[in-house]
């Protein structure tokens, strides 16, 4: 099973990115769907999540600012992310939970500047 996050980038105070997440191998009945990120010294942390027919929860840092959503039959989430803040600098990890275990991706750089 791989995970693969795209769409990280460099982008100024107030810009947007889009994280794709593509979720490809033998995996099976994904129950929920997120991203984390990881700032340097910092831990990872949770920044949404969206299980099957359910409503998408967030970190109170981004509410109001990312969306995230899912495309089912294509195993691929997303987190659009507008209006960064400098402080939304981090490595963005895309996470599963399915019924065959939990995966991780291998991690986007966003960074903000200010």
């Known amino acids: 099973v791989q995970l693969q996050a795209s769409g990280g980038g460099l982008v100024q105070a107030g810009g947007s990115l889009r994280l794709s997440c593509a979720a490809s191998?033998?995996?099976?009945?994904?129950?929920?769907m997120g991203w984390y990120h990881q700032a340097p010294g910092k831990q990872r942390e949770l920044v949404s999540s969206i299980a099957k027919n359910s409503s998408p929860n967030y970190a109170d840092s981004v509410k109001g600012r990312f969306t995230i959503s899912r495309d089912n039959a294509k195993n691929t989430w997303y987190l659009e992310m507008n209006g960064l803040k400098p402080e939304d600098t981090a490595v963005y990890y895309c996470?599963?939970?399915?019924?065959?275990?939990?995966?991780w991706g291998q991690g986007t750089q966003v960074t903000v500047s200010s």
């Open positions: 996470n599963t939970r399915a019924l065959t275990g939990v995966y």
């Open positions: 191998g033998s995996i099976f009945n994904i129950i929920v």
